[in-house]
């Protein structure tokens, strides 16, 4: 590339004249380029001094203990459960509203936040789903409009 060396067969004294382009000075400017920069890059950064607000942090939340609504049918007729207890039909609201209250007491004094919790229900697989919708109502009467169905994982 730089030089090239003559197979002999020009004149005595006669350099032969070549084609190829000469990349030393160009090589040895981007060298020099390179070291320019190498310098004036640190030079450049300049530090500002910038008033940055003070970042503060509140720590999350644990989430609420989910409340369970067991719902089942034998020969007695409908059974309700409310996480453990057994509960009657007509008092499923407001012991649903004490199970939540319990639950989370950080937020026991907040009726809008203990209304916006979500109450999971379960079922058994033979059990009429009118009696499913008749716990629904029931929960909803009181408040509660965040309601989920739980399935059993049978893998």
Do not use: H
Not at 39 to 44: E, F, G, N, R, Y
Not at 111 to 124: C, G, K, T
């Amino acid at each position: 590339m730089a030089g090239k060396v003559s197979s002999g067969g020009s004149k005595r004294g006669r350099a032969e004249v070549t084609a190829d382009p000469n990349v030393i000075p160009f090589i040895d400017v981007m060298l020099v380029l390179l070291i320019i920069f190498m310098i004036a890059a640190p030079i450049s950064s300049v530090d500002i001094e910038v008033d940055m607000p003070s970042a503060r942090i509140d720590p999350s939340k644990r989430p609420p203990r989910p409340t369970w609504i067991s719902v089942n049918e034998d020969g007695g007729g409908l059974r309700v459960y409310v996480m453990n207890d057994e509960v009657s039909m007509a008092d499923l609201g407001e012991e649903t509203y004490e199970a939540v209250q319990t639950n989370t007491p950080q937020i026991a004094g907040d009726r809008d936040e203990i209304l916006d919790q979500r109450i999971y229900i379960r079922a058994d697989s033979n059990l009429a789903y009118r009696n499913v919708v008749r716990v629904m109502n029931r929960l909803q009467d009181k408040g509660f409009t965040k309601i989920g169905f739980v399935a059993e994982d049978r893998r």
